[in-house]
């Protein structure tokens, strides 16, 4: 059951089938083939949609379409948030032109976060987004706070998150994400904006909008789909969204940005990931003997969870090793052992890109262009 449930605090355990019902999401259904390349949607990670079709079509016809996502600057970059800059590459690779909003408003409002931190943080992230592959010389990287030096495109987006303003109550920011403060309420709206500004003519000009999240992010993404019928001043394209499954944290419950013991951080040491993972929230059973007899539940064994989302992309191996798990004989310990020389190479990698990418990074932070 879950006791809080927003955008930014989520408490007690998602029963997914229930929200996808009572947000009125689109269970995701079969995709063109492209889609089976990439594992997230492959073994259905990406579970759910809102008006995905019109992205399909623009794929298939090699139209014009963006994709737009936020970036949180607090805490660190962990594997979890892999989940998104994997679709976000993914994404860019199918032609979409890729929107990110570092989101330090957002962080000074929900979190009293300064605009310095948020930039040093964000920094950070880039370096990682870098890493992972994203092209960020093909991305329209900015801050809430500070849009770009054109007078022009920057004066837009702020004049719309003011018109959007004209187009809601209190009482729907209330019925959207419970308790409300009017910092949030600004937030919101300047998260409107973010979702809704590439489509004026200062920027993309009238295209399909997609914004993948997890399900925690919906009530922002129903918020403006809701107040883009009312405005009349501009002919929108109600955004499109995609959903995602939350990744567990290492101890079983929600990963945490702020929170070191419940994620693996992409600095993590070879030793770190070692102690890290041998500790994890395990579906064995208590005995070698009980687990013989009785099997493992990998659907909440954190080792074969991450190997799914992510460090396992044989299908067939991950079926061999689910398989194995259940039926008792192989161990909780085996499971982990694969995992964690998987994710020790993996990040031997990526720590190497990593340090390449501090060459790169400063000139999407330091001289906004637009």
């Keep these: ?95 979409a032109k890729i929107y990110i909003a570092v989101a330090d408003i957002e962080a000074y409002n929900a ?51 003011n018109q959007l303003a004209g187009h809601v109550t209190f009482n729907e ?15 919101a709206l300047l998260q409107g904006s973010d979702m809704l500004h590439p489509q004026l003519k200062e920027f993309e000009g009238s295209c399909p909008v997609l914004i993948p999240v997890g399900i925690d992010q919906d009530p922002h993404i129903r918020l403006t789909r809701d107040i883009t019928k009312r405005v009349k001043e501009y002919k929108f394209i109600p955004i499109s969204s995609t959903y995602h499954l939350f990744m567990p944290g290492l101890t079983g419950g929600k990963m945490s940005a702020s929170d070191a013991n419940s994620h693996i951080a992409m600095t993590d040491t070879a030793a770190q990931i070692k102690k890290k993972i041998g500790s994890a929230f395990s579906g064995g059973q208590e005995t070698v003997e009980e687990h013989r007899k009785l099997g493992g539940n990998p659907d909440v064994d954190v080792a074969f969870q991450y190997l799914k989302f992510f460090f396992e992309e044989d299908d067939q191996k991950l079926a061999e090793v689910e398989s194995a798990y259940r039926s008792g004989e192989m161990l909780s310990g085996e499971v982990k052992k694969m995992l964690i020389e998987k994710v020790q190479v993996f990040l031997a990698d990526h ?19 637009n």
């Excluded at 737009?68 to 860019?92: A, E, N, Y």
């Excluded at 964000?122 to 007078?151: H, M, P, T, V, W």
């Excluded at 920011?173 to 937030?187: N, Q, R, S, W």
């Design 173 to 187: 920011f209330k019925g959207a994400y419970g308790e409300v403060t009017p910092g949030k309420m600004l937030a």
């Design 111 to 161: 979190r009293g976060q300064s605009f310095v931190e948020s930039k040093k943080i964000a920094r950070d992230y880039l370096l990682d987004y870098d890493a992972l592959g994203l092209d960020l010389n093909k991305c329209e990287i900015y801050f809430q706070s500070e849009r770009g030096i054109d007078a022009k495109k920057s004066n837009a987006y702020y004049r719309l998150q």
């Design 1 to 95: 059951m879950v006791d809080k449930f927003s955008p930014w605090e989520i408490e007690g355990d998602l029963n997914y089938a229930k929200l996808i019902k009572d947000f009125g999401i689109e269970p995701m259904k079969v995709l063109p083939e492209v889609f089976q390349e990439e594992v997230l949607f492959r073994r259905g990670v990406v579970f759910g949609n809102r008006d995905f079709g019109r992205i399909l079509t623009a794929v298939k016809e090699k139209k014009k379409f963006v994709m737009m996502t936020g970036l949180m600057p607090t805490g660190r970059f962990h594997i979890g948030h892999m989940l998104l800059l994997k679709q976000v590459i993914f994404w860019q690779k199918m032609g």
């Design 351 to 369: 720590q190497e890109k990593r340090t390449k990418a501090e060459k790169v990074v400063d000139k999407f932070l330091y001289k906004v262009k």
